[in-house]
């Protein structure tokens, strides 16, 4: 995991070797070594998406790829959104992430939960599902991710999410993915982790961003601090609305998606959402050449 941009890449060097001296250990050899039931750990496998992706995008600067009209990041992808958009400084966005993660892995601990992937049904129809399941077993469980027509995550309690699952199923759910994880992400047992991390929140310098970035609770543009603060305290709790986003995008006139980091979801997320936008990903060859 960006290990070839370690390699061929100056800039996206600098930024791993930034994170191993602050974060005190080896995040980068934990990326490109593993293993990977530890990279996959709730509280490094945070850092490591944000250490690669910024990685990906100083590169990206350093070819002079052309600054973007809006940025976006699904979930832990806002921290990179505004690094790219000049909201937060590397470093304390590595800071954020860290004691995201940390708090994130607690409330995991002292309540476990889960998620599970919901296809062929809408955002409203999983969304009383949930309500449904709530009333029968007195437990949390919400929409997580939008992240495109027919694919809805949900997230919770465990005896609550069953009973959600159970309910997607009858209604006609395509199928029904639970994903191998015990962290309730996006959901209101998150509440304890949300609450300390406002405190981390207020406590970072945060600057106007230099191009708006859309946020994952509302779905509209963020351009001041307030609301930047606002969005990153509410989010651990907050479902992720990405389809929203697109179509803010889209009706905004941009034809264009750029993925940034690793792997390709995202644009197989914007597709499924308009298949007439143009989805681009930039890939760093041996060279050092974007492709």
Known sequence: ???????????????FDQADEQLGFSLSRLCFEGPEESLTDT??????LLVTSVAAWRAMQAHDFPRPDYVAGHSLGEFS?????????????????????????????QEPGAMAAILALDVAQVTELCAQAEATT??????????????????????ALAEAVRLAEAAGARKVVRLPITIAAHSRLMAPAATEFAEAVEAT???????PVMANVTACPLTEPAGIRAELEAQLTASVRWTDSIKYLLGQGVDTFV?????????????????QAKRLKFELGVKGVIE
Do not use: H, T, W
Not at 142 to 159: T, Y
């Open 1 to 15: 995991m960006g290990q070839e941009l370690y390699l061929n890449e100056p800039a996206s060097r600098a930024v």
């Open 43 to 48: 509280a490094n496998q945070q850092l490591a």
């Open 81 to 109: 959104a505004l690094v790219a958009a000049g909201s937060l400084d590397f470093a304390d966005a590595l800071a954020l992430v860290r004691r995201r993660g940390q708090l994130m892995k607690q409330a995991g601990d």
């Open 138 to 159: 007195g437990r949390p469980v919400q929409v997580a991710n939008d992240n495109c027509p027919g694919q809805v995550v949900i997230s919770g309690d465990q005896e």
């Open 205 to 211: 310098p945060i600057r106007p961003p230099k191009v």
């Open 259 to 275: 993925e940034v980091g690793p792997g390709d979801v995202l644009l197989g997320l914007v597709k499924r959402i308009d298949r």
